[in-house]
């Protein structure tokens, strides 16, 4: 197949040109940092693959799959379903507020039959559909400073208010940043932008004192004195960075992590494996580790570089984005560079939610890249 | 990008826009991305060894070894208290949500536990820091050792382990001496010193409670050592690393002075009487003997005494608790005569000179009874110590005064307190003008109704059994004022003796016409305790004086016999000898509380009993007991002391011992 071939009408929508137009490199990253993690899982569970590491291998196959079908999708499906996406995952987000379980002392949880699920989860992808498919109906104009402008700051500040609820403080920050970040890629005037880190500054210590749970604002406080309390709050911080530290330069060894291996370390398998990886593979590994995941991140940048509609650039833009923090979050926890949140290493963590949700998102960056030609329309909303 | 698609203007402008801030936020998530690398660097290569020797100690943990506790043994080493393994079992409260009322429930199948005893472990391990095992079982059996063992792993915070607990082997004998080791109490730890050492909190740890295992408590404790563990978060071991342990080191060996076979003779012989034995050597001052009757038995003591069984043993009125050694003091009543018989040597009185005795005597408004209602006879100072004449000694008192008396005294050890290594000692009482002064601020002036009764040891005098053997043993030993010694060596050196001290104030001759007095209690025909003082070993024989101590008044009774008076009215029984007489090895004091009158009834037999064992035991002696003895002669006991022996004269038989059945008896010398 040559280059010009491509050019052919309808060539593009072939399923074989389709399935060579994702981008496997891309592909082989995210398959590398998913290894890393079920090795990880391996060594914890006490060279076993039971019960973590055969689990995560094998959904992540499936993720893996689900991930090049979604690519497959026509980036107009997408566009279509946008908005009700969206209004789904709001309904279901009010939903859980009046009928959902309680786990772990937060309301998160809606169960549908046997399986149960975070409706947080469905906003993460809805908040970055519906807001690309509403800049991609406005002028640049309208998206630098307008009236317009309140209905992403709506559509951004519904969820966030409702999963901050639940109270659920990793993900209502990871929706509102992911929001913010699609608004600024679309081209949110400057002085807004510094207006609004200013009274960001200004609001978050009354907004830690008065708005935040007691547990949150712990965790908050104990991450500004991480030995006001060592075997309490500060506790996961402390053994954290314990883990990391006493890793060195060529770590313990594989299987060799006493923070992990003999339980010092919470959480070890799901939001602090990076320590665990850390601790036995030391910081060649950690960078090895980062170096994967800024490749992932700016692949899926430019992916969205290469997309011709508003549409696709900024929701593969907005997805990488969403990957990006949970990736700066979770590493800035572990490192005790930020309160702990409960904010998993994408792919790396083991947890089936996060993991579905970043390969849709990752499925969404790949249909945007297989279909970058694809022409959306700029009407308000009918296929082309 | 040759795509035709582009052709809206304000298209390409939203483009532009999106692309300059894409490179932003890359940028951001770069430097983000970098930030991360740089904490990396900091925390893995910078500061990585602080965070190693964190890990380390999150890893590794020391788990205390209580070292063995010394062992106690006697002068030949025969153990008196030793360590014996003990299967325990031992609960744990690793985080405020461990089930202990489940975890109880489960145990109680396993070993017996009833809902009383569950109830109070639950509250003790509630109270005890986490991580800090509580005893929940002791001396488990084999089989229950090995099945909680097997099971272990699914019961958290239960671990059945292999400890030490004291033993006495002897069990009562040596209670009082010893004393016993009981659980630490939260008054025991202290922030600083020797018992702030968190060895103590060790479940299986067990403190000094009385006696030498108080004294000695820090000798006998050792040094904990420690067994290097790997931990998990939860403080349970994962895995030993033995090369990292530290090994303890066993507390010392106290060595003491007394005999096993001296001592547990001398209970046998106190037998459900209380009162007190105690034997010191002549020649050193070593304390052979140190037995206080009724005892308990220490062991019980280890465990933890029940409520009702603390009880039963306080309330006996015959004391088991109180060490009647050292701590109960007693008018020493006649035993006191040869002290005084000294004082009057040294005043100058001739002890040739003669009184005679009446059965009493009147003076000051009053008549003086002396024991024998039908008096003595005329008596110099040997016969009155032979005869024990109440009437000589008072009347010789009156004339010396106190002070002559209270120096003698306080010459042969009474009115002291000795330093054997172990508290408890009570000092008693000497009178003296000068006591009376500060003393008895109801009537500050010495009376000589007062210096009458001090003859005869009653009134302001009073002494423990531990005073009257060294009394005995510094007369016996007849030139240094000897020092009980009681502790023999700690942990292999060796105490002082209690021969390396000044000589007494009185000269060898005086020491041996007060000795000679006390030869014939023993062995002439008509000493006060002829009939219970006969050793039947060889040629060998004892010394003695007997003793009353009076506990109620005798005015407007007709008789003193203690026949038929409630156990706790009757007379204290006093006897002290020493033997063998012509070179003093061993000298003896037994008190028998409420014994009866006359000492020669209660005291004298087990002294006897006591003092054979000593004298067999002694290897110089036992060869004499075994030489041929000579065909017995007309019997002259008295060659040997250096005594002139009175003219024999044949005395109207003597009434009967007041307490003893007699059968009267022909005295062959002595007597006038």
Known sequence: MTVSALTRPGERDRLVVKIAEIDWLFALALCLIAGAGALMMFSIAGSSWDPWAAKHLSRFALCFVLMIGLAMIDLRVWFAIAYPLYGIGLLLLVAVEVVGDVRMGAQRWLAFGPFSFQPSEIMKLGIVLALARFYHGISADSARLSWWLLVPAAMIGAPTVLVMHQPDLGTAMLIAMTGVAIVVLAGLSWRIIFAGIAAFVVAVPPLVMFVLHDYQRKRVLTFLDPESDPSGSGYHILQSKIALGSGGFFGKGYGLGSQSQLNFLPEKQTDFIFATLAEEFGFLGCFSLLFLYAAVIFMALRTSALAHSHFGRLSAAGTTATFALYVLINGAMVMGLAPVVGVPMPLLSYGGTVMLTVMIGFGLVQAVRVHRYSEVTSGKGALM | ??????????????????????????????????????????????????????????????????????????????????????????????????????????????????????????????????????????????????????????????????????????????????????????????????????????????????????????????????????????????????????????????????????????????????????????????????????????????????????????????????????????????????????????????????????????????????????????????????????????????????????????????????????????????????????????????????????????????????????????????????????????????????????????????????????????????????????????????????????????AGLASRSSAGVTWRLKDHNLFVAFAPVDDPRYAVAVIVEHGGLGGATAGAPRAREVMRVALMKDPELRSRIETAMPMPEAPEPMEAEGVAPGAPTVTPAPAPAPAAPAAPTTTTGGAV
């Open chain 2, 1 to 554: 990008m040759a795509e035709p698609s582009i052709f809206f203007s304000e298209v390409n402008e939203r483009q532009g826009v999106f692309h300059r801030r894409m490179f932003l936020l890359g940028g951001i998530a770069g430097l983000g991305l970098g930030a991360l690398g740089a904490r990396l660097a900091h925390l893995q290569i910078i500061e990585t060894q602080r965070y190693e020797k964190l890990s380390a100690s999150n890893q590794f943990n020391f788990r205390l070894v209580p070292p063995p506790r010394g062992l106690i043994v006697d002068r030949n080493g025969a153990i008196l208290a030793s360590n014996r393994p003990n299967f325990r079992l031992l609960v744990t409260r690793e985080d405020n949500s461990t089930d202990i009322e489940g975890t109880l429930k489960t145990l109680s199948t396993f070993v017996p536990l009833d809902e009383a005893r569950q109830l109070r472990l639950i509250k003790d391990i509630r109270q005890t820091p986490k991580r800090v095992p509580v005893s929940v079982a002791e001396d488990m059996s084999w089989e229950e050792f090995s099945a909680i063992n097997v099971r272990a792993p699914e019961l958290p915070g239960v671990t059945a382990d292999m400890g030490e607990v004291r033993v006495y082997p002897h069990g009562g004998a040596f209670a009082h001496v010893i004393g016993y080791v009981a659980k630490v109490n939260r008054e025991d730890l202290t922030p600083t010193g020797p018992n702030s050492d968190p060895i103590l909190l060790n479940p299986g740890f067990r403190i000094g409670r009385q006696g030498v295992e108080k004294a000695f408590d820090l000798d006998l404790r050792g040094k904990a050592g420690a067994r290097k563990v790997e931990v998990d978060a939860n403080g349970r071991e994962v895995r030993q690393d033995e090369a990292g342990d530290i090994p303890s080191t066993p507390g010392k060996r106290i060595e003491l002075t007394l005999d096993v076979d001296v001592q547990n003779r001398a209970l046998e012989v106190m037998g459900d009487e209380s009162g007190a034995i105690v034997m010191m050597d002549c020649r050193t001052g070593d304390l052979l003997c140190m037995a206080s009757s009724p005892s308990f038995d220490a062991n019980r003591f280890v465990k933890g005494l029940s409520g009702p069984e603390y009880r039963a043993l306080a309330q006996y009125e015959r004391k088991p608790l109180l060490d009647k050694v050292m701590t109960g003091t007693y008018p020493p009543g006649s035993t006191f005569k040869p002290t005084v018989a000294l004082a009057a040597l040294t005043a100058g009185i001739d002890p040739e000179v003669r009184i005679h005795c009446s059965g009493g005597w009147y003076w000051g408004g009053r008549t003086w009874r002396c024991w024998k209602h039908g008096g003595h006879g005329s008596q110099n100072m040997h016969d009155a110590i032979k005869n024990s004449c109440d009437v000589y000694f008072y009347q010789t008192a009156l004339r010396m005064g106190p002070d002559p008396i209270a120096k003698a005294a306080h010459a042969m050890g009474f009115g002291q307190i000795f330093d054997i290594g172990i508290p408890g000692q009570k000092k008693g009482v000497v009178g003296s003008r000068e006591w009376k002064r500060k003393a008895v601020k109801r009537e500050p002036v010495w009376q000589p109704g007062d210096s009458v009764s001090y003859g005869i040891g009653q009134g302001y005098v009073a002494v423990n059994a531990l005073q009257l053997a060294v009394m005995t043993a510094r007369l016996a030993n007849g030139k240094k004022a000897l020092n009980p010694r009681l502790i023999k060596s700690v942990g292999g050196v060796e105490m002082p003796h209690g021969d390396d001290a000044p000589d007494l104030p009185f000269s060898k001759e005086q020491l041996d016409y007060v000795r000679g007095g006390m030869v014939a209690v023993a062995n002439d025909t008509g000493g006060t305790a002829y009939r219970q003082s006969q050793l039947g070993l060889g040629d060998i024989q004892m010394a003695g004086k007997t003793g009353t101590a009076q506990v109620r008044s005798y």
